[in-house]
């Protein structure tokens, strides 16, 4: 069974800190990871992906891979207000994505 | 940006009826998938569909669903016989790649409601 595991929240943190989201996952076959945001009632947009152990920066976002310790992170820079969602962890193996539970995120200005 | 279209938004059934949930994939893309998400719980794989035929399903996606490429363009999800607990909201997603640097787009969605 591929579970990937998040902390619910809800998450606040005040405008302009670092929120630091994590996610485990059990499937060591699994190759690549992302992670998504999603808003109440919408579909999940891409922020980031990831495929190697180590760091991998956009802009304010930063995702992190263990991949010993089936561990992926995201980090966000100065949050804004506008921030203020569900973050999806989401872990693939062949053709199929495995998604969290999702981290609610409020980003208070 | 290229985006991923799905019609209808919002679609209201009755139980033991079928209904067909439409996508049109961004038009470069190779792999489509269908994902589903029930009220306040996770988003759940049901299949993907590569070169006109399924390449992996789940153990949701079962005889009561299918899905087809009819065309060059679209690509639906068939429910056949609803039931209460097909009521979701249910997206559809396109890759370039498996996965890549791309990664899914997902459409917009469509809510499905089963009464």
């Known amino acids: 069974q591929k579970e990937v595991e998040q902390n619910s929240g809800p998450l606040s943190v005040p405008e302009g800190a670092i929120a630091s989201l994590n996610c485990t996952y059990s499937d060591r076959g699994s190759q690549s990871f992302f992670w998504y945001r999603q808003y109440s009632g919408k579909s999940p947009e891409l922020i980031m992906s990831i495929y190697s152990n180590g760091d991998k920066e956009d802009g304010r976002f930063t995702a992190q891979l263990n991949k010993a310790s089936q561990y992926v992170s995201l980090l966000i820079r100065d949050s804004q207000p506008s921030d203020s969602a569900t973050y999806l962890c989401?872990?693939?193996?062949?053709?199929?994505?495995?998604f969290g539970s999702g981290t609610q995120l409020t980003v208070l200005p | 940006e290229p985006e991923v279209t799905q019609t209808p938004s919002h679609q209201v059934t009755q139980m033991g009826q079928e209904v067909i949930l439409r996508c049109v994939p961004i038009?470069?893309?190779?792999?489509f998938y269908w994902y589903r998400q029930i009220l306040g719980q996770k988003v759940e794989f049901l299949v993907s569909f590569y070169n006109n035929e399924i390449s992996e399903k789940s153990e949701i996606f079962d005889d009561q669903f299918s899905v087809e490429r009819p065309d060059g363009s679209n690509f639906t999800l068939k429910i056949r016989s609803t039931k209460l607990e097909d009521s979701a909201m249910y997206f559809c997603?396109?890759?370039?790649?498996?996965?890549?640097?791309?990664?899914?787009?997902f459409g917009s969605g469509t809510r499905l409601t089963v009464v």
């Open positions: 997603a396109s890759s370039e790649g498996t996965g890549g640097a791309g990664g899914y787009t």
């Open positions: 038009s470069n893309h190779l792999y």
């Open positions: 989401a872990v693939q193996r062949a053709r199929q994505l495995t």
